[in-house]
């Protein structure tokens, strides 16, 4: 597994973590700041304050995990702490966690006096295979996803396949749904080898593999004008029910979960519309329900999912615009849905037996 | 007076609301939303509007006048009612209004869905000379001036001089210290010019010169990584003196009238500590003296402002960083100064009898 170079960066996975007290001591930083979530505070920062003891002073600051912390608020409070901390455009921000803290501190990070450096050690499946490449940040604003942020890279990324261990079955599962979308809409080699493994352990060859096509897809298209809207299958649905679940469940569905849907419901819409065969999406339905059980839609959520699909990000005007997929392995972007068409997906997928 | 070009945009100056509307004509906006104050809305606004009729939808967004709304909490009102109103990445936010509206509307266009476009109609003087080019967006937090915000350029900006008519006299007054400041820290003919015209009346020649000098400094170095270091003469102890009078008095200084209070001061640090002579200082001095009232500091203001100076975000570390001018006309940035000679320089101020 070599280091990757992304936008202006390096994504380390070998020894990454010596990797980062490299980076540390050639980086001439007024201050260190690490950013962790009350979770992430136990089971991953003790790995890394242990090498950073010694070689640079550093301060805590810690939000609360969940997706539900990651808000204005939140950041609000964080900025706060920078103040009160002394920091400056020559400090360091050093994000410890899974998406919701790289997503929040690169945020922080970008807009703090105008943007000073951070970089992400990312602690999850998720964050590792898709939050460590592509420079998005953002925070949520009244339960809309990602609705504040910037485009801004982080300085280097180091990924740590040790920190995977702690992690809880349900978020490993979550990491893997972005895994498997990397093979369905670019490669469907590395779609094969997910469907063949034993996909309840998170393997670091295949994270390695999936970052490479993630860095691959967003060195094409850094802004998100084209090309890089292949990375949204399976979002614009799963971000709803994502939102949905968020608002009405209390044990809610991860982003994982949720994209899983949304890929059964696109894939569904694929064949409808980009000449996506039957027998593939059936291949697809069955790697995916293998994997994630059955989430619960009833009748009287499809108004609600698609008041929600109209306020999301991705939509241009009026219609609603779905990134879809051709054949296993290659993406359709810009198809034009209608709020039917949408909610005949979901009913599809309401229907499955699993 | 020609079109000013930026960083990858125009400044308009002649027949400036014509070219807002052909601005618009060519950009193929999915929405278009104006943001103005409740003053903004009164005096600018009709002359925007009456232009737009007919030729574009709109939504407008209002906020509250005045510094102190300049927030976060403000970005989270215009946020949410941009959602409401159905804003995407490929909207328009037109800025009509002072530096209040254009840093706060500019900051809450680059990071709403990660950023899309906004133009500026600047209109009061501050906001025309200095705020017009830079690509400085920002808002404040706990009362320390712009600590969140980003580097993103408008797509145009129009500038109105018509809409000075209606400008408050110490408004003007704000404006015309960031005019005297270009001619100190860059070109001492203009110095003269200023110095000796009649400064109660903005005049769209100096106004353009103005632009012109702070734009060529703006090119030269985007991001602020040095060279641009020289606009913030002044502004170490003004910004300071800001902040204070913000926090203690019911009729707070503009930003101009603490900016000149702060080029008073560093004037004199420049003397002490980069070269400038004592008879450039006196000329200084008779020049802003003319113009600003004095302001009055006691002996309790010197510990809070040394406070909010060491918050200040040009500070590397815990030194002090302040840009002076060596002679009228050139400036020497990274001069390191210490809390007791900054103090020394705000009781130079308060000994001065006008
Ligand atoms: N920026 C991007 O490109 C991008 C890409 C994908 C997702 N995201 C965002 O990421 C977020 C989801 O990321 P996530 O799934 O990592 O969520 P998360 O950060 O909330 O982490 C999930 C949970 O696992 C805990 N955790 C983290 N590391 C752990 C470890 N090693 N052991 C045990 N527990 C651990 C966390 O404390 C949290 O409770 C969403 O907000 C999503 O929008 C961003
Ligand atoms: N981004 C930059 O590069 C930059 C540069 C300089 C200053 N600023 C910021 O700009 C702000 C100050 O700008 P400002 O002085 O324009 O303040 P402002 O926007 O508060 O305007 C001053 C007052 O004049 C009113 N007003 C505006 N236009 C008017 C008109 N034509 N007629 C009558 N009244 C009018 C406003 O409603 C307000 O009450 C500060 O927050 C400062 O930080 C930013
Ligand atoms: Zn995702
Ligand atoms: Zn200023």
Redesign the interface.
């Known amino acids: 597994m070599d280091t990757i170079q992304s936008l202006g960066y390096n994504v380390y996975f070998n020894d990454s973590l010596t990797e980062l007290v490299n980076f540390i001591q050639q980086g001439k930083y ?2 260190v700041f690490i950013l962790s979530d009350d979770q992430t505070s136990n089971c991953c920062l003790p790995a890394v304050t242990e090498r950073l003891d010694g070689v640079t002073p550093y301060d805590l600051i810690e939000i609360s995990s969940g997706e539900a912390n990651k808000t ?1 608020d939140f950041c ?1 409070g964080v ?2 702490m920078l ?1 009160d901390f ?1 920091a ?3 400090s360091l921000l050093i994000n410890v966690g899974g998406g919701v803290v790289t997503d929040l501190g690169g ?1 922080v990070a ?6 000073f450096d951070f970089v992400n050690v990312p602690t999850t499946l998720l964050s590792q295979v898709d939050a460590s490449v592509g420079g ?3 925070v949520d ?2 339960s ?1 996803k ?6 801004t890279q982080p300085k280097a990324v180091f990924v740590h396949p040790g920190f995977l261990e702690t992690l809880p079955e349900r978020q490993v599962r979550s990491g893997l749904a972005e895994m498997l979308k990397h093979g369905l809409i670019d490669d469907e080699a590395y779609w094969d080898e997910l469907k063949n493994s034993d996909l309840s352990v998170p393997n670091p060859e295949l994270v390695f593999k999936s970052v490479v096509i993630k860095n691959k897809i967003v060195l094409d298209d850094p802004l998100e004008k084209g090309r890089r809207k292949c990375l949204n299958f399976g979002h614009t649905i799963g971000h709803a029910v994502e939102t949905f679940s968020l608002d009405n469940d209390g044990d809610h569905l991860t982003h994982g979960e949720a994209i899983a849907i949304g890929m059964i419901c696109e894939g569904w819409l694929s064949v409808q519309k980009a000449g996506l065969k039957q027998e593939e999406l059936e291949e697809i339905i069955s790697v995916l329900t293998r994997v994630y059980p059955k989430y619960h839609l009833d009748d009287s959520c499809y108004t609600v999912l698609n008041s929600l699909m ?2 999301d ?1 991705k ?4 219609n609603i615009n779905c990134t879809l997929i051709s054949k296993i392995g290659a993406c359709a972007i810009n198809q034009i849905c209608t709020e039917d068409e949408l909610c005949e997906s979901l009913k599809f997928y309401a229907s499955l037996n699993f």
């Open positions: 007024s201050k204005i609000i900025w706060k103040i002394g400056d455009r020559h945020f970008s807009t703090f006096k105008r943007g998005k940040t953002g604003l009244d809309i990602n609705i504040i942020g910037t485009f109209k306020k990000k939509n241009e005007g009026d």
